[in-house]
């Protein structure tokens, strides 16, 4: 499914949003323009649970915790980063809009970490590199989940060859995500991640997300049928 747009009007210009689609843009061009050094780059700058242990156990903090925050920034391809900014673009003007500029920056990395340590919990060993904003991002959809329950979701909806557009709330679009997430990770747990989709990292996003958030905005967040459309 995919989400084309919803029915909460910003009240002002999503300005963190904005930039951090613009900075995940740039970091995706710099990661294009390392030619055939991209490989190196990818493995450098991503997260690799294996290499990030083994650092700690060496006791060199600095190196292990700059591909956390390294790795939220960067993208596998155009369609993982176009979808993950379409996604970003379509809930977060609203997040931002309840938690205002500065906690919504923090709120969104607090999210891209606990979704980072949720991976390396199910996938220790790993030594693919995790790049993508979608843990983060995940958190985004998981405040959304939380503040606008009831909010309307157009929706394109493939039925085995066919496209067709509906309008879903907010709660069954998102839940759905999760559950779909969910499930996904489930179905690999004891199987060693060498690549493809990090699906743990969605669903620790998710769940980050959910919870912070009624730190960040309680009163909204344990009220959210007075915030629905």
Known sequence: MIPLRDNIPSRRR??????????????????????????????TFGFVPGRFL???????????IIPVFTSMFMHAGWLHLIGN???LFIFGNNVEDILGRGPYLLFYLLCGLVSILVFLLFSPGSA???????????????????LFPGAR?????????????????A?????????LQFFHGFSIVGHTAEGGVAWWAHVGGFLAGVGLVRLFAPGRARNPLRWRS
């Open 171 to 179: 709660y069954i679009f998102l839940g759905f995500w999760f559950v």
């Open 153 to 169: 979701v157009l929706t394109l909806v493939p039925i085995f060859i066919v496209f067709t557009i509906i309008e879903l709330p």
């Open 54 to 64: 083994a650092l700690l156990g060496h006791g060199s903090l600095a190196l292990a």
């Open 85 to 87: 900014m379409w996604t």
């Open 14 to 43: 999503p300005a963190v949003t904005y930039a951090i689609i613009g900075v995940n843009c740039l970091i995706f061009w710099l990661e294009l323009s390392s030619g055939p050094r991209l490989p190196e780059v990818v493995k």
């Open 128 to 146: 693919t590199p995790l790049v993508g904003a979608s843990g983060a991002i995940a958190g985004v959809m998981g405040a959304y989940f939380s």
